[in-house]
């Protein structure tokens, strides 16, 4: 009788953020690709384009122009997906919202594993500072980075969002449902809880040190999903210490290195924080949460070939095409997957 | 004071069948775009390419040879996802489950909408067949179409996919739980009652004819987003009957000549079937379901721009640019937007 090995053979895992399944057929990395090719991300942008909106001195859609910054530089969405002064619509489906724009860096031919450790704990201290400002009146605000055309990011300068809202969007609502359920039942946090066994596990880690812990998590839907934990209990961001964040730049730096060696090309990917909500909800015992960043980039087989979640991942449950141990440096190379590499 | 505008302004929609909400951003269409820009899908396919393993008389990935087939051809997926022989993994990842494909017509140049409506009668009764054969053992079967490149197509020959399996996948799972709890609390099949609201309403009709409604969703997700609709309560696809599936040939041949005129090219979508689950549930009392289509094109402003699902709705919640009522046809033409327009 055939022994069941995950590499080959298909199973379900269940993702205990968001209640729901995974679909590991991995087996399919065998089927030839004959499908769409994407464009690689463009190679030579210009250090400093005076047309590009977000360089230093630049005129922006409203008519202000940048200053002459030097490391972050912070402003309002100029086209807002949440607008801060609309009228009210009635009823429930009623919010109130800020949307901001942080550059990291004035050149734009630059990315987060590009910079100094230093120049990303300038980030860091940023995204810190954002979260408690915002978070005073807003019960979410979500940081996220888009990165590269195929992540629908287009301006190449380095930046990322923040839309902060007085509704608690769908996913932080699920994290905070699942959390919530899982301390009331196993009496611990379970992000920490699932931090402690990977660590020990050692087989799905990209990379860790003294406060941080990489992993392709158990049920990663996207190929090369990652999930990016802190070692201690942490329900925030800014209540990172010091050392903690000086830590994460480095943990940043060599997750983000791998992925550029991975397909050796700047790796696209959607990115951002969730911890415990705020507003309010900062006087509430959310000893549920634990603090963590979610990665997900869209490619699959080559800097070229991306994952497609279409057909039966919309209309039924999402399915991935090898496993997340497979992609995981710890993994022999299996089926000429190349896997996540360190080189720095 | 501002009088709030749904086409101006921001606000939350509920989306009753995911329990979940959307945000609408209308405004943001009038934002540039400066980002991806996707090639438009391939004009010069060969009505007959003998490498191409979906063509009548080529020899498959299995080196089995097509037969000379006239209208429809089913077959094993030679690079199934789901594979019926899998062993056990134990405990609750183990599942059973079987993977087709399926040939709409032996040419390759054409697609559902340019199929005489006979020939549409006859992919729709292989479907009823499907559903009947595979939902005598399987709880779920999910018939899917993915078409085009940009949604992950990598054959151009029109077919479609049925994966079947002995869970019921999260979708699925969801739309079950939904509808079961509307059903309790109003005494009526949720979907029943929305078509007769939508009918009555004519804000966001796209096509409709004695037995079928289609709508852009009031909760919408994607740009184009429709929902197709018996007006009869039908549980399962097998249950329509002769004259109902003429007449859902007749719909699906208008509707998708619209998408087609939209933005002149052959649109692309992901669309699969969502009934009553089968199996051990066709004993079952499942009179909350509504058997439905959905259809999921991924474009938003033009044949190459797309909309991106990425950074905020993979992390907080989903977003849409434009309303559900500026795309139906009843709508002015707002922000320069095409509206879906018949012509057949
Ligand atoms: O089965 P196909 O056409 O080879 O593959 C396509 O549809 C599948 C089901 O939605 C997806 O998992 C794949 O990413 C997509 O490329
Ligand atoms: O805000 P941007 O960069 O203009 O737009 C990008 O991110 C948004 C938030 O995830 C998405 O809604 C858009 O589809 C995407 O193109």
Redesign the interface.
């Known amino acids: 009788?055939?022994?069941?090995?995950?590499r080959e053979?298909?199973?379900?895992?269940?993702n205990p953020l968001r209640d729901?399944?995974v679909?590991v057929?991995a087996?399919?990395m065998?089927?030839?690709?004959?499908?769409?090719v994407e464009?690689p991300p463009e190679e030579n942008i210009p250090r400093h384009d005076p047309n590009n909106p977000l360089c230093p001195l630049s005129t922006r859609?409203n008519g202000e122009v940048n200053p002459e910054y030097d490391s972050t530089f912070l402003f309002d969405n100029?086209?807002?997906?949440?607008?801060p002064d609309?009228?009210?619509?009635?009823k429930?489906?009623?919010?109130y919202?800020s949307n901001k724009v942080m550059c990291f860096h004035p050149w734009s031919d630059i990315t987060l594993p590009l910079m100094q450790p230093g120049e990303i704990r300038k980030v860091i201290d940023k995204w810190a500072e954002l979260i408690e400002e915002l978070g005073s009146t807003y019960p979410?605000v979500?940081i996220?980075?888009?990165r590269g055309?195929?992540?629908?990011?287009?301006?190449p300068h380095p930046h990322c969002?923040i839309?902060a809202?007085s509704?608690l969007?769908?996913?932080?609502a699920l994290a905070e449902r699942c959390q919530r359920e899982y301390l009331r039942k196993h009496g611990e946090a379970m992000l920490l809880r699932y931090a402690r066994m990977e660590a020990q596990a050692q087989e799905r880690v990209v990379v860790e040190n003294e406060h941080w812990l990489v992993v392709v998590p158990y049920w990663a839907t996207w190929p090369f999903q990652t999930l990016l934990l802190p070692r201690r209990h942490v329900l925030r961001f800014p209540d990172l210490t010091s050392q903690e964040r000086d830590s994460l730049a480095s943990i940043m730096k060599r997750l983000l290195t791998k992925y550029d060696n991975l397909f050796e090309v700047s790796f696209p990917y959607?990115?951002?924080w969730?911890g415990a909500p705020t507003g309010t909800h900062l006087e509430e015992d959310m000893n549920h949460w634990q603090l963590h960043a979610?990665y997900?980039p869209p490619l699959l087989r080559s800097a070229t070939v991306r994952k497609?979640m279409?057909?039966?991942e919309?209309?039924?449950?999402?399915?991935r095409?090898l496993t997340p141990e497979q992609v995981s440096p710890a993994a022999a190379e299996p089926l000429n997957t190349p896997i996540l590499k360190e080189n720095n």
Chains 1, 2 share one sequence.
């Open positions: 009788k055939l022994r069941f090995d995950p053979h298909q199973h379900l895992r269940y729901s399944w679909l057929s087996h399919r065998k089927r030839p690709w004959k499908g769409q464009k859609a100029d086209f807002p997906a949440l607008q609309a009228p009210d619509p009635g429930s489906s009623r919010f919202c979410w979500q996220f980075e888009n055309a195929m992540m629908g990011c287009s301006n969002q839309w809202s509704f969007p769908n996913e932080p959607s990115m951002g969730h979610h997900y497609f279409v057909g039966y919309m209309l039924a449950q999402e399915q095409d």
